[in-house]
């Protein structure tokens, strides 16, 4: 049945794209070339990206629209800093370091309204609220101390009753019984444990006061001056991207794995992810607003965590004027 | 064939670990690898000939720019120690700082896989040509002095045929750094490679993908590395035999004009650090200047902080640094005096060596890890399995140039093969080892601070990849510069005491 409706649906894309092609007789205008900085290697945690290239929502702004995939030695900073990437994807507390170390950064789009920071146990050893952490191994690493203090601080958990291992970002040291739960993004290692049929338990932090936006697109103030219309052109089409990836997960993960053959991904792994940050990224905040949106009051939450993690920001990080060009708002 | 035993050997050894970890998600034995290969073929394929392809382009650069770099230092000697000082600064420089910036620099595309690739391989190259260039006999260069010829004639006609075999030893040991340098370089974010399938991998806990990627990254180096090997024994069949002859070498200099040499190299070395910068308008966000790193460090209200936090990590690190070189070199010129005395160990055991040094750290860092604690003897290991196989490869290179004459005197008189080795052997082993110990302490260093990145999440790997999240590039560019002056320093101790020993060892590599 999917893949009937999904190849039905690409044929009409397909169409819609030659058909308007041919109407319009527009043509070829050379589009203005334009990179994204994704902020890791290509997956369908970017689905609704693939989307907006392959359905050509970014071609009918008149962009050619470049994702350039992140790593674990890619900071998404430098690239946008240095104008080689227009727009790249960060998150509210690294957006604020740089801001604090001298990056002129706004943040124009939240993708993750739900930080998808994750304590992930076994069943026999479940984490399933912050106070289970007390007297638990935890399995991370150190530059993520500020955050387990924040999440401890938000639900009066003694940190110093808890054990931080500093392990490097995979599950192997939870299955192995080096430790007793991971601190991990709840779209990866979880995902993976299930997939290889460990049964596994998360607990998700934004359910327990931890209020980060995640995934947030952000550019330069400069590029916000002088490079506007592209930064619309650039939003509009990953709106429309996401509300397609929102109404079929599934295909969002089929085109993934067609678009990146050699990116070694895996179909089921790539669906059960696709619709794990469902949740994550879309409320009824968004369902009323449209994709991306913040309000003062989900950006006072996240001054207030910032500010356990040790980063002293004000709304002026958050500029929402371009997304209310995309919105019509 | 010689082989044959030895390769069953780990490979009944590999699988037995493999089963005894079962069910930890560490290790995937010669089975289930075999079959997982079998059934990506493609998409490993595929990957293989990306990965292959930048390394290549990064070898034959990388090693191009080392040949010229050596032939420089030949006929400008008063320049080596600047041209070394600075070749070295350079290859110690962590990924973790130059990968983003290369990046930036190149944009989409394989520029960072193949610059890291080369980076991988011009030090190791550079060193190794530079003793060969110096091993011919005092009185072939007399030869040329008495028909007043100049340095060129020398360099020609002499130089580069005592040469040869030290470069192809080089050219030998780069191999499994390009293939090293490429991988890494594709965690700089790329769209395909076998580092972009290594990382999915692990995080996929899909431990049959992972250890059959390093596998088949191990068995590709090793293939490289045994054709080459072929190769130059094909090209020198009889390698020149009269490499230790004596002759009345001049030791120059001393340690004060070396002292000068090093100030003037580190100078040398932040002009580079600010030219490049300011010649390629780098943002100063992410790409500090000396003078920033100044700020940071000196100036700055809250530099007395930066610079407890700089030494508390630095300290971290040296702990478990220091004995991890010792233990490196310890075990490879121990092995290599082992094979001399066993060639046919040798033949078995060689293949193991290369292995292990060709298996990507990135996927044995966790197994040792699991094996020998998170504390310092797992990183200690680290270091030491990195740096072993380069000294032993250059050990065993070195003891072959033992003089045909010299073996005869011994052979003449029934000396038994202890005394052959301790005597003969290992004198003329040591100009090899010395290049080795001093090749040793920038991959000592890149070692550890990839296992404190990875596993350990101490010292300062650690704090330089804190940079990604916190966006601290004054600490990371103050990092950098210490771990490449730490590097510096300790390659200028290495060099005092070669010169001191080879003086009264190997006079003729003092010229």
Not at chain 2, 354 to 361: K, N
Request: net charge negative; with cysteine; proline share 6%.
């Amino acid at each position: 049945m999917d893949i009937a409706t999904l190849s039905r649906r690409r044929l009409l894309q397909a169409g819609a794209a030659t058909a308007g092609l041919g109407l319009l007789g527009r043509p070829a205008l050379a589009a203005t070339p334009v990179t994204f900085q994704l902020s890791w290697l290509q997956s369908v945690q970017f689905g609704g990206s693939y989307i907006a290239k392959s359905a050509g929502y970014w071609t009918d702004e008149g962009l050619d629209v470049a994702l350039a995939p992140g790593g674990p030695n890619a900071p998404v900073e430098p690239p946008v800093v240095a104008g080689t990437a227009l727009m790249g994807i960060s998150a509210a507390d690294y957006t604020a370091a740089a801001v604090a170390n001298g990056a002129p950064f706004k943040i124009l789009l939240v993708a993750m309204q739900k930080n998808p920071f994750t304590i992930a146990s076994l069943p026999a050893n479940p984490v399933n609220e912050p106070a289970d952490l007390v007297g638990k191994r935890i399995g991370m690493a150190t530059a993520n101390t500020p955050v387990l203090k924040a999440l401890c601080d938000i639900n009066d958990v003694d940190i110093n009753e808890i054990e931080i291992v500093p392990t490097q970002y995979d599950a192997a040291p939870l299955v192995a019984g080096q430790v007793d739960c991971l601190l991990c993004w709840l779209t990866d290692l979880p995902i993976a444990m299930t997939m290889q049929g460990v049964e596994n338990v998360t607990m998700l932090m934004a359910d327990y006061g931890y209020a980060v936006h995640s995934q947030t697109y952000i550019a330069t103030e400069d590029s916000i001056a002088n490079r506007r219309a592209e930064l619309v052109a650039l939003l509009k089409g990953e709106v429309a991207g996401w509300n397609d990836y929102l109404a079929d997960p599934f295909a969002a993960a089929k085109l993934t794995v067609e678009m990146f053959p050699d990116a070694g991904l895996d179909i089921e792994t790539q669906q059960l992810q696709a619709v794990a940050q469902v949740p994550l990224m879309f409320s009824q905040l968004t369902d009323e607003n449209g994709f991306g949106w913040w309000t003062d009051e989900t950006v006072a939450a996240n001054i207030e965590t910032l500010a356990l993690l040790g980063r002293d920001v004000t709304p002026d990080l958050w500029d929402r004027t371009i997304l209310e060009e995309v919105h019509g708002t | 064939m010689r082989q044959l035993p030895g390769l069953l050997l780990v490979l009944l050894l590999w699988e037995g670990a493999a089963r005894l970890l079962a069910g930890s998600f560490l290790l995937a034995g010669p089975v289930d690898v075999t079959l997982y290969i079998a059934q990506n073929a493609e998409l490993l394929g595929r990957a293989l000939a990306v990965t292959l392809g930048e390394a290549a382009l990064g070898y034959v650069i990388g090693n191009a720019v080392a040949i010229l770099l050596a032939i420089l230092v030949i006929l400008l000697p008063r320049m080596e120690a600047l041209i070394g000082a600075v070749a070295l600064l350079v290859f110690c420089l962590p990924l973790v700082a130059t990968g983003p910036i290369l990046r930036v620099l190149w944009g989409p595309g394989i520029g960072p896989q193949v610059t890291l690739a080369a980076l991988a391989v011009y030090y190791t190259t550079f060193v190794t040509l530079v003793v060969g260039l110096r091993a011919a006999p005092r009185s072939w260069f007399d030869l040329v002095d008495s028909y007043g010829r100049g340095p060129w004639t020398a360099l020609v006609t002499v130089r580069l045929h005592a040469a040869l075999p030290y470069l192809f030893a080089g050219l030998q040991i780069a191999a499994p750094a390009a293939f090293l340098g490429a991988m890494v370089g594709e965690f700089t974010g790329a769209e395909r490679g076998m580092g972009v399938l290594a990382i999915r991998a692990m995080r996929a806990l899909d431990v049959d993908a992972t250890w059959a990627l390093a596998t088949l990254a191990a068995g590709v180096s090793i293939l490289i590395y045994a054709a080459l090997g072929a190769l130059g024994t094909r090209l020198f069949p009889d390698r020149p035999a009269l490499i230790l002859a004596t002759g009345g070498g001049s030791a120059r200099g001393g340690p004060l004009p070396a002292l000068g040499l090093a100030l003037a190299s580190v100078a040398a070395m932040a002009v580079i650090w600010w030219a490049l910068m300011e010649g390629f308008a780098l943002n100063s966000f992410f790409a500090k200047r000396p003078d920033d790193v100044w700020v940071f460090l000196v100036t700055a209200p809250e530099a007395a902080a930066n610079r407890a936090t700089l030494a508390a990590a630095f300290g971290e690190t040296l702990r478990f640094t220091l004995p991890g070189y010792g233990l490196g070199l310890a075990l490879g010129a121990g092995l290599a005096a082992l094979f001399t005395l066993a060639p046919r160990f040798a033949g078995a055991a060689l293949p193991v060596a290369i292995a292990l040094r060709a298996i990507p750290i990135v996927t044995t860092a966790p197994l040792i890890v699991l094996a020998l604690g998170r504390g310092a003897v797992g990183t200690v290991t680290i270091v030491a399995v990195m740096i072993f196989f380069p000294t032993l490869v250059a050990c065993l290179q070195g003891m072959r140039q033992t003089p045909g004459q010299v073996l005869d005197v011994f052979d003449s008189y029934a000396a038994g093969r202890l005394s052959r080795l301790a005597l003969a052997q290992i004198p003329a082993m040591l100009p090899a080892f010395f290049a080795a110990a001093r090749m040793a302490v920038p991959a000592a260093i890149l070692a550890v601070t990839v296992a404190e990145w990875l596993a350990t999440g101490t010292g300062l790997g650690n704090l330089m990849a804190l940079t990604a999240s916190t966006s601290d590039y004054g600490m990371l560019w103050s990092a950098t510069a210490l771990v490449t002056l730490t590097a510096g320093l300790g390659y200028a101790a290495v060099a005092l005491i070669e010169g001191v020993v080879l003086a009264r060892m190997a006079p003729e590599q003092r010229r």
